[in-house]
């Protein structure tokens, strides 16, 4: 199951105001939301990441690889636009 994460609550609102591709494709993390990425990532390379650190990391990746795919179907949308 995924922690409610800050990254979590900016995804879903960023996607309840119906963004077009062209914004979807343009979407990055809040510098507060990236930071904390990276320092569970520097953490867990150090073998000290606690079980609850672990979980917000999972859902860190989970929400990045669902991001990813968003993304692709928004330059597919806006290729087809395109052509």
Known sequence: MLLKTQAATEIAQFLAHHPTPEQ?????????????????????RDSS???????????????????????LEAHRQLRQQAS
């Open 24 to 44: 979807i494709v343009a979407f990055h993390p809040s510098s507060e939301v990236a930071e904390r990425a990276y320092e569970l990532i520097h953490t867990e």
């Open 49 to 71: 990441l606690t079980e609850e650190e672990r979980k917000e990391l999972e859902s860190y990746l989970v929400i990045e690889y669902l991001m990813e795919l968003v993304k």
